[in-house]
């Protein structure tokens, strides 16, 4: 079974091209709500985030996204500490999975390139400007706080130099013949691919 990975920053439309490969029958596990899953209902990880971030964090028995969301944007540190915590169960989650592709905007912060192995690496890429406009209207945040995010994320052009293709997301580029092009390219390889 092949092993594919599609990444790129906070708000490049990665949502959106995974809908497009729905639309193909390819389903992709999500890294961000698988995550968000195990935070909230996996007893050993709510153990041990309450135990790193402190017990305001699942106060009343419910879990405080913004709670961990500040500590996170805290420090470097603070936010490797969630990482070491909740990515390799998310690692896990998706190798039980059964799935081929895996959505996830942190692929190599994360170390999941390191953790599995994937014969491919997509990276969806757009314009800061837009970026941040998605994020906006879809988080309802301030211009500071999404910039903020997509700071403390790897930047766009790192993450391309690590990937073997790139999908223009920039509501220009024809995004269906982009993904029609990559599925051919991934389902028959050259010797040179």
Known sequence: MK????TGGIGSGKSFVCRQLARRGIWVYNCDIA????????PPIR????????????????FHKEVLSEFILSSDAAKKAVNEI?????????LDSGLEWLESAILFESNFHQRLHFDHIV???APLDLR????IGRDGLT???ALEWI??????????????FEIVNDEAADLDAQIDTLLATINNPTPNN
């Open 143 to 145: 211009s500071e706080k």
């Open 132 to 135: 941040l406009r998605r994020i």
């Open 151 to 164: 700071r403390c994320q790897m930047p766009q052009e790192k993450i391309l130099k690590r990937s073997h």
């Open 123 to 125: 990276c969806v890429t």
């Open 3 to 6: 092993h594919i990975a599609l």
């Open 86 to 94: 909740v990515h390799p169960a998310v690692a896990q989650d998706f």
């Open 35 to 42: 995550a968000g899953w195990l935070i909230r209902e996996s």
């Open 47 to 62: 153990q041990a985030l309450a135990d790193l971030v402190g017990s305001q964090l699942y106060a009343d028995g419910e």
